[in-house]
């Protein structure tokens, strides 16, 4: 695990807010946290509220109760909603270079298009990426609001992660930017990461298959590509991610069961193998090379 001096560098974490943080995203905070302040970089939080998901308060709710946890941050609190011309400026970047074309496929479309040979589940076939201007231009009358996909040179692109060594993934010609106008995820948190200057992503293993388009698309942009730590889920009895209808899955559910943040943290150690009710406490102890690789099967109800 690297080691950064004099606070150069940065973790973050960046929820959407779509809802309150249930127990996975608090324990994935936890750990981002954990792996900054361990290592001598700033931890930041950005809000990833380009979703049409975002629900008024939300941010607010989250920010609280990450707060509430003993969690503490640097600087601003970043929205990606304000950040609209850094996403543009980059695509523009990328056009410039004959990295972009207009695609007019819709969902169901791509869906039931053949896939290139050894292809991966839902990768993008290219069927938009030969089209000529003529053929474009027939299409936009019909569809005129096509999305944006960088047209990638490669199909697999490596990244190193600190739980999961060297992971080789698959890229296909991603969106970014959606037909609604909207930047795709994609794109948005490789612009944010590299402005702020994250080089350290901490975050859910289940979006680790996203990382080696990432760290490409940095490549392509002129960005140093981060050091990825994919960790494990937090899954309830049956297997999938906390919801709703599990029961307390939020600090507010735990509070109204009895518990205070100081037991949710003490509980969230626990998981870790690590033991204490503050992140402060869990930080003298902190060991990457030591966390389960495992999910996190809790029973959520109260």
Avoid at 144 to 150: T, V
Wanted: charged share 20%; hydrophobic share 40%.
């Amino acid at each position: 695990m690297s080691r950064v001096q004099n606070g150069v560098g940065a973790g973050r974490f960046a929820p959407s807010p779509s809802g309150d943080l249930h127990l996975g995203n608090l324990r994935t905070a936890l750990l981002a946290w954990l792996f900054a302040r361990s290592t001598g970089r700033r931890f930041l939080v950005r809000m990833e509220d380009l979703d049409d998901r975002t629900q008024p308060g939300a941010a607010e709710r989250q920010l609280a109760d990450l707060s509430a946890l003993g969690l503490d941050w640097d600087g601003e609190v970043v929205y990606q909603s304000q950040r609209l011309d850094r996403y543009t400026a980059a695509i523009e970047t990328l056009a410039a270079a004959s990295l972009v074309y207009e695609c007019y496929c819709t969902r169901r479309e791509i869906q039931e298009a053949p896939s290139a040979p050894h292809a991966p589940p839902g990768a993008y076939p290219g069927t938009c990426r030969e089209l000529t201007a003529y053929q474009r231009a027939r299409i936009r009358q019909t569809r005129p609001n096509p999305a944006l996909r960088l047209r990638s040179d490669v199909s697999e692109f490596t990244v190193c992660d600190e739980l999961h060594g060297e992971y080789l993934g698959a890229v296909d010609d991603f969106v970014l930017r959606r037909g609604d106008g909207t930047p795709a995820y994609n794109l948005a948190v490789v612009v944010d990461d590299a402005a702020c200057g994250i080089d350290q992503v901490v975050r859910g293993d289940d979006l680790l298959a996203s990382s080696p388009r990432q760290a490409y698309l940095a490549r392509l942009l002129g960005y140093p590509a981060p050091r990825y730590a994919h960790v494990p889920l937090v899954l309830n009895a049956a297997g999938a991610r906390p919801a709703k209808r599990d029961g307390a899955v939020t600090l507010a559910d735990r509070a109204a069961a009895g518990e205070t943040p100081a037991d949710v943290v003490a509980a969230l150690a626990h998981s870790l193998a690590l033991h204490g009710n503050s992140p402060a406490a869990l930080l003298r102890q902190f060991r990457p090379e030591l966390l389960p690789r495992t999910p996190w099967q809790f029973c959520v109800s109260a």
